[in-house]
């Protein structure tokens, strides 16, 4: 039995990775200062990195597979196998982007604006090409941290910085003026390994699970009685992934009725339902939906 390398990225993105991976149905444990962490999977050998450094270590083969942003695959310009696109970040299942940001009272208004001009950023590589492609030549450092506070420092006239929400930006009091690149969390792949049959296989069954918990993030199961005079009319109310299943009661002329609808519409679809007829509702959570 083979076992599969696969690097799981420390940080920023490390608390959603381990959800994932526990509604997927692995059971991952870590000691404090640890970046070896126990999976209950005798074929998987998991080892924490940062999401920079992953493409890195999976295009070099120490890695077979691993876990990080499109971000960093650009930025180390890696050539690794993009197996599958996992739709999540830090906060949200949104992606995530790169801004050009400047203080709220800077004279800059757009990237034109930037011609010799201090620039900080973590992105150093991916910000060159950009701002090379818009032909605007200025001076760009890499900020090993605290990247929002150098522009107040005066350490610099801007800086490209990682952005969810925007809130740490607004509470910085800078502005956006330009969005570099968006990045989505990407499972990637040494080639050598892709090529390798069981290697593959194992792969793509942790994609599958992987993809079926981040689809059940946004999901919720219903389940209800009703009349079958009343079936027609609760079901014109279900958005459901294709049809509920329906099974005859004990009690003569009642039916039960399952299904999986979008979580935020459940505030509003609950009342409707009740409204329609149906009885009994019972809202609960998924582990993984699997399409």
Same mark, same amino acid.
């Given at each position: 039995?083979?076992?599969?390398?696969?690097? $799981?990225?420390?940080? *920023?993105?490390?608390?959603?990775?381990?959800?994932?991976?526990?509604?997927?149905?692995?059971?991952?444990?870590?000691?404090?200062?640890?970046?070896?962490?126990?999976?209950?999977?005798?074929?998987?050998?998991?080892?924490?990195?940062?999401? =920079?450094?992953?493409?890195?270590?999976?295009?070099?083969?120490?890695?077979?597979?691993?876990?990080?942003?499109?971000?960093?695959?650009?930025?180390?310009? *890696?050539?690794?196998?993009?197996?599958?696109? $996992?739709?999540?970040?830090? =906060?949200?299942?949104?992606?995530?982007?790169?801004?050009?940001?400047?203080?709220?009272?800077?004279?800059?208004?757009?990237?034109?604006?930037?011609?010799?001009?201090?620039?900080?950023?973590?992105?150093?590589?991916?910000?060159?090409?950009?701002?090379?492609?818009?032909?605007?030549?200025?001076?760009?450092?890499?900020?090993?941290?605290?990247?929002?506070?150098?522009?107040?420092?005066?350490?610099?006239?801007?800086?490209?910085?990682?952005?969810?929400?925007?809130?740490?930006?607004?509470?910085?009091? @800078?502005?956006?003026?330009?969005?570099?690149?968006?990045?989505?969390?990407?499972?990637?792949?040494?080639?050598?390994?892709?090529?390798?049959?069981?290697?593959?296989?194992?792969?793509?069954?942790?994609?599958? @699970?992987?993809?079926?918990?981040?689809?059940? =993030?946004?999901?919720?199961? @219903?389940?209800?009685?009703?009349?079958?005079?009343?079936?027609?009319?609760?079901?014109?109310?279900?958005?459901?992934?294709?049809?509920?299943?329906?099974?005859?009661?004990?009690?003569?002329?009642?039916?039960?009725?399952?299904?999986?609808?979008?979580?935020?519409?459940?505030?509003?679809?609950?009342?409707? $339902?009740?409204?329609?007829?149906?009885?009994?509702?019972?809202?609960?959570?998924?582990?993984?939906?699997?399409?």
């Amino acid at each position: 039995m083979k076992t599969l390398r696969l690097g $799981l990225p420390k940080g *920023s993105l490390q608390e959603a990775t381990f959800r994932i991976f526990t509604h997927a149905g692995f059971n991952l444990r870590i000691s404090e200062r640890s970046y070896l962490p126990s999976i209950d999977d005798p074929e998987l050998e998991t080892i924490l990195l940062r999401a =920079q450094e992953m493409s890195r270590y999976v295009e070099d083969g120490v890695l077979d597979c691993g876990i990080t942003g499109e971000d960093w695959i650009m930025e180390n310009d *890696s050539d690794v196998v993009r197996l599958a696109e $996992l739709p999540y970040s830090k =906060q949200s299942l949104r992606p995530v982007r790169w801004v050009l940001a400047v203080p709220e009272n800077s004279s800059i208004r757009s990237v034109r604006d930037l011609k010799g001009k201090r620039i900080t950023t973590e992105l150093v590589n991916v910000t060159k090409r950009f701002l090379q492609k818009n032909k605007i030549n200025t001076h760009i450092e890499f900020s090993w941290g605290a990247t929002e506070a150098k522009v107040g420092a005066g350490l610099a006239d801007a800086i490209v910085e990682l952005t969810e929400t925007g809130k740490s930006l607004k509470a910085n009091k @800078l502005r956006e003026i330009a969005t570099i690149c968006e990045s989505r969390t990407k499972f990637i792949a040494n080639k050598k390994s892709y090529r390798d049959l069981s290697k593959r296989n194992k792969m793509e069954e942790i994609i599958l @699970l992987l993809k079926g918990a981040i689809a059940a =993030q946004q999901k919720v199961g @219903l389940k209800m009685n009703l009349k079958e005079s009343d079936l027609k009319e609760v079901i014109t109310k279900l958005p459901a992934l294709k049809k509920p299943t329906i099974s005859p009661l004990t009690t003569k002329g009642w039916l039960a009725l399952e299904t999986v609808v979008d979580q935020r519409l459940v505030r509003g679809l609950i009342p409707q $339902l009740k409204k329609a007829g149906a009885e009994g509702i019972i809202e609960y959570s998924l582990n993984k939906v699997i399409y």
